[in-house]
């Protein structure tokens, strides 16, 4: 499993609009084959900036297969104008999780 990693800084002001977009945005990203699912996080001492991850089975599924989708292109046109700067993502694979239930 893959996990993507994105810091997103919204446009002030812009927050609630775009949790309602990223809502309506993340059937595009759920529908991709190898998405696992996604969380998206606001940061307490930041308003504006928030954090996204995205479990993917393989990498290719994020880079090649939602990045190169429509559905990628209808993402983009509902989130892309609220970022800046743009931002960076990132892959990471698990080397160690101890989670308590």
Known sequence: MILEVAILFVNEGEEKQFEKDFEIASQFISSIQGYLGHSLRKC???????ILLV?????EDHIVGFR?????LEWKKLLHHYYDPFPIV???VTVMENKKL
């Open 44 to 50: 307490i001492e930041q308003e504006n900036k928030y």
């Open 68 to 72: 190169q989708s429509n559905q990628y």
């Open 55 to 59: 479990d993917w089975e393989k990498l």
């Open 90 to 92: 990132e892959h990471f």
